[in-house]
Structures are given as structure tokens and as C-alpha cells.
């Protein structure tokens, strides 16, 4: 099996100043594509620590992947490092500076001497392009191992990664082959699902491995399939899940690169709908989900975040004596909002959220952590009581969630 | 200086199954005591690979903390492979058995043997109390070097470190007191930053460093003074930021633990003034970050997500020639969505943005990531144009801090 080394560069990660979120992804990619990680290394952004590293590494691993240290500052010092490492010297890649170049004419900006020298790579690199940011890509062979430098910014490493390397690294490495099969769950907790599956998480294949996943009122199942035959795999995994379906049905709502946003925007293309959202509580958190989503112009009109009694009022036309009576953070008011959106904003779906956010506000009957979703469609108007956390961005985003998923039961029950 | 190196073991790390959230914290925590964190490294739950990170770890620092390994299962490899490596024996330790007896008497529960093994450490380890769980914390002294193992369950490691560790490394070791100060600027690359500040940097004594922190339109500059006196440091480096401060007065937005949105707050507040959102292709991420802080109901109103013509002009009033005239994304159109916005919507401020995200929506006028700004006061509005990425959710993420910038700018004008 191929081994890895993943070392990361900058002062910043063994300060504790910066979250490292890069080397649990690329743990992550390259198990999935069946190399296997055997350690993972932080120093710091200083020539000796980094050669040591390089060093140690390359007498136990494979692989050697580098993040970090390839911004265009003083501190950044990895490709110099790398030059001395093998012994070279670094030349301007002329790929690289048209990218670059390109990157400052397109946003009318001057280029320094610093932005150029960032198209300089070691001469024994082979150049990996990035396109989404100024920092190239570099591969590196030497003795038939492979060492990897790419940028520490994650958007971009994993765009790289993904997009060339990845690939790259299965066509140069004998990888067996892995599949991967992702069932998509929401509103059931981590717990109760494997209760569920329990029978059928105990039958499976030794060759077959499952991980669960959660991630804020959802949890993903992960099947890893090892083998040598891609169709045979596929096929068995498929077998699998149409076991487990059943056991599951009403929680899941997608496979692999669903997303619940994107789901529901599927869902609402195929029958020519639209929505619009009314949000207090999510803040617009709910319509950033939507609208992350390429294309959603075609079935999302818009939205209204009412923070205020009079914008609630003004905005969705929810009536004084609602709030007076029954409170911001109710069914009735939940209803006049998902309601008032619809047919002030013209829309065939309309979610609204209302609720204690926290960590202030919460009182001894609605403490921090209650929260009413509503859906309101062409059937009429459902609401959801949610008693959810107090910590205000986990309520934020399990709110999103769960109003999502209400708004995909109602088009599917539609 | 006290150098450290931080051990993690445990497969499930190296595979990306789980976040390490462990190694920021210590490395947050050392480097506040005056510690240089100078190499994080995570191995597999393997002994080979334990004893050669410890060989090598030790060759290097003064202190080596080990996280991981210490639970009553399978991994309880940490304790073995400290024997190995030692060349000493397991004995129990009749305090931790105390402990674990009482934890599981409290508990009402069956105590096994696995558990009584919890309570056995190497014979040349000091016992650290931990409280908070059942695998003791050690403390091993070699050649003047310190061991420390502690258990990788977050809240217990957080705790046996904050209330036993530090203190006792305080005491033992003789630190150097540590000062950090971060500026955080706006709307200026990283390079461009560097090119105004560079002989202020040059200058910098070797006593204090500087790390440049990128993040989506920001970047946070990290002054790192290293001495014996904490007043003389914090007056040093506020000599520092004195001295930088005019050079790049115009993108410094405030320091240590402000953010945009956080500042923005304080400026609404203080002004007792008040703000509403009007997004089109940020589709609420701006009034998702406002909202974000608790407390912001107290100045935002709420906003309009406004992706359609329709609500522009329905809810926002834009008019439908100034549309036709010049289209969605035009400094006419972002300005009549913030004024329409603050005038119907009745706040002190409006913020408006519309742009074209992507991937999909370009023209060869206005390729994707074109983007207008805008900001409505009491002063009047003010509009500006943004030349951003090809990638949709980084043009999100930098037209909402641009935008937030923007408004800091006008209300800071007012």
C-alpha cells in the first residue's frame, strides 16, 4: 500500500492561531483513493525545521504532500527550502506568470515584483496549475517518490487537489480500487440511526466498511468498498444500500454529492415551483444556503429577514395582535410569516424561521434554543417546534437544516 | 527558549475521521506561557510508530506532550509503548484506582477489569490527577526533559492541562514571557501590504515577529514579541502598531479579536444607528455574518434577499426602466436598492449588493465576478465596483466583507 506523509508549514498551526483544516481533508481524499497516511507533520515556517521534516519523511513515505509556506511574503519560504532540498535553483514558469498575469489584468490591479516571483518554481518541478489563486501547484520526483507542494489557503489546495491532483496521484501510484457510496440522512440523531441499521451494519462484508457522519441534524453513511473490480464493487455496494433503504426511508434525502439545498432546488426545477423565505432567527442564513447554489435563480425569487416586530409586520404582513398575543417565537406568527411571504413575494413555497437564537433572550416558557419553522405551499401551512441548543450559531445552522428538509417533505407530499 | 513538540496518536486522525481540535488548543495555550510549539506530529496506533516520533521528538524539545492512546480499549498502547520506550513496568497507581472506583461507584456502575487497568502508569510516571474522566494524566522526567501524556478526550485534556499542567510547567520550566498583538486590515492583498509596510517590517527587532494571516479580503498581520516583561512588551509592540498604523491606516479595521461584523456593531451602537441588508448575489450572507453576533437585533432591522427583478422593484422600489436602462448589476440599480431599502425599510444605513456570482450569468461586458456595492446613510450612498474570482462561493464570501467595509467606511465618515 502506498504510504503518505502530509506536512504542514507555518508558525500559525503550532501557535494555535489558525484552525488546521487542510490536513483532515487530505487524509480524508487520499484514504478514499486508497494511499494510507502514516503521519502527519507541523513545523514551523523555518528552513532547518522544514529540511528535517522533508528528510524524515522521505525515508518512511511514498508520498511527501507539503501545504503552506507558498504565499508571495517573507514568511513564506517553501519553494527556497525545496531548492535547497534537491539542490536546485528556482526559474520563473512562463504557465504560471501567464496565469498570474492574467489573474491582475482581469481585476484591473498592479502587479509587484513579489506577485511575479511567485510564478517561480524549483527547476526539477513539474508545474500543477491553480486556478484559483496566485500560488502554484509543484510535483516533484525523485528515487520514484512523489513530493507534492500546493498552497495552504483550503479553497484552493482543495481545488487542486481534487481537480488535478488527485487524479494525477491514482494514474502515477498502483492504488486498488476503492468505492465509495454516501447515503444522506437528516433529522435523525447519529445514535438512533445505527440503532436502525444495527443488523444490517453487523452483516456487512468484511470488505465493506461503514462510517457515519454527522454534521448538524444530519448524518451521512459512508460505504467503503476495497476490491480490484470497480463494477463488481459498485454493483455490491448498490446491493447494500437497497437493504438498508428501507430501514431509513423517511430520513434520507439524497446520495453522495446531494446536498439538502440542492435537492430541494432539483426538486422545485422539476415542477416549475418557486420559493421564497421569511427568516427572523436565521438571519439569512436559510436563503445563503439556496443561493450557494448555481442556478437558483431559476426557482428562488427572493427573501425576507425580519429581525424587527414592525419589519415582520411591514414586510409579511404579520398582524400586531399575533406578536402581542402569542409572541415572535410561535406557531401562530411562524404561519403569518411562511403565509404573509408567499403571497406578498408571489411564490409556490414560502419557509419562514422564528426562534431564540440565544445566547440572550431566552425566558422560563421559551428558553434559548426554541425555535418555529413553517412551510406555507399550495396545500397549505405547516409548522415545526424545534428545541434545539444554546449556542447560537448550532442553532443558526440546524434551523436552516431543518426548515430545509421541511420545505423538501412538503414538495414531495405536494 | 522552552522548546515542545505535541504527539498524536491515533489512526482516525491520520485518516481525516475525526477533527483534531486538541493540537490548536495546546499550542494556543504553550505559546501563552512563553512555550515554542516547534513540531506537531500524528501518528498511527501503532507502537513502531510511537517510539520513533518519541526517539525523534526527544533528540529535539525540552517537552513532549503526548494526546491519544490512554483510553480503556484497544488503544491503550500509549502506556505499553511508554514502558518500551523507558524500559520500565506498568504498576497501579493506587490514587488513580481510587479515583476510577469512585467514578464508577458514583455512577452505579460494574467496574471490569479494563477499567481497573485505567488506574495502572509506568513506574517512573508521576500521577496527574484527572478529574474530569477515567485515564490518568503522567508526568515522566528524563535527562532534564519532560514527558507529559494525556488522555485526547477534548473537555478532560482542556482541563488536566489548564488546571494541573500549565501551572505545573510554569513552575518547572524557566518560561519567557510572550505578548501577541494583531492587526487586521481589509481590502488590500497581501503583497500590496507588504510592499507598504516592508521597510517597517525589515526594521522589526529580531525580538518581535511579523506572520501575514490571509483570509478572503482580509488579512491579519501577527506581531510576536518574545521577552521577560509583560508591560514592556505591550508597550513595545503598541510602539510598533504606532509606527505601522499610518502606512496602512486605510484598511486597518480593528485589532486582536475584531471582526468586521463585530466592529461594524459597535460603530451601529455607539451611533445608536441602525442597519438594514438589501442582497441580491450575496442572497443573504451578508446579513447572515451581521446576525451572526449576539446582541444584533439591537441595530439590524433585517434585510431583503432580492434575486428577481420583481422583488427589486416591488420590495425594494427599484425602478423597472433604471433595469432595462442598465441592467441587475449597475451602479444605478445597487443604488436605488440601498435607498429604497433604508427609506421603506426605515434604518440609519442600508447596505446593497449585486453582482454576477457565477459560474453561469456572464457577459463579455460583465464577466462573472462583477460586482457593485453600495451603502445608503443619512449622508447620502455611495456605490462601488468589484472585480472579484470566477468562483461563486468566493464571490459571496469577499462582496459580503467588502460590503461590511464599506459600511464601516460610511458610518466611520458620518
Redesign the interface.
Known sequence: MVKAEVITIG???????????N???????L?QIGIR?????????NEA?ILA?LA?AETRADLILITGGL?????DITKKTFCQYFDTELIINEDALALITDFFV????EM?D??RQQAAIPKNAEYVKNS?GTAPGMWIERNGKVFIAMPG?P?EMKNLMSKRLLPKLQAHFETPVIYHKMIKTVGIGESFLAEKIEAWEDALPPHIKL?YLPHFGQVRLRLTATGSNLATLQAEAQAQVEQVLPLIKNNVFGFDTDELETVVGSLLKSQEASVV?A?SC???????L???V????AY?????????Y??KM??LGVKQQTLNDFGAVSEQTICEMAEGARLR??STYAIATSGIA???GGTPDKPVGTVWIGCAGPNGTTARKLMLTNL??TN?QLTATYALDLLRRTILAA
Open positions: 508558525d500559525e498551526i503550532l501557535f494555535g492561531q489558525i484552525t488546521d483544516t490536513t483532515q481533508w487530505i487524509g480524508t481524499e484514504t497516511v502514516i503521519r502527519k507533520t507541523s513545523v514551523g515556517d525545521d521534516a524524515e504565499g508571495p511574503t517573507k514568511d482581469k481585476r484591473g490591479r509587484t513579489l506577485n484559483w489557503v479553497f462510517a423565505t427568516e436565521t438571519g439569512g442564513y436559510v436563503s445563503h439556496i443561493t450557494k448555481p442556478g437558483s435563480s428562488f425569487l427572493g427573501g425576507v429577514v425580519a429581525y424587527s414592525e419589519m411591514a414586510e413575494l408571489g440565544g445566547p440572550d447560537r450559531e443558526i
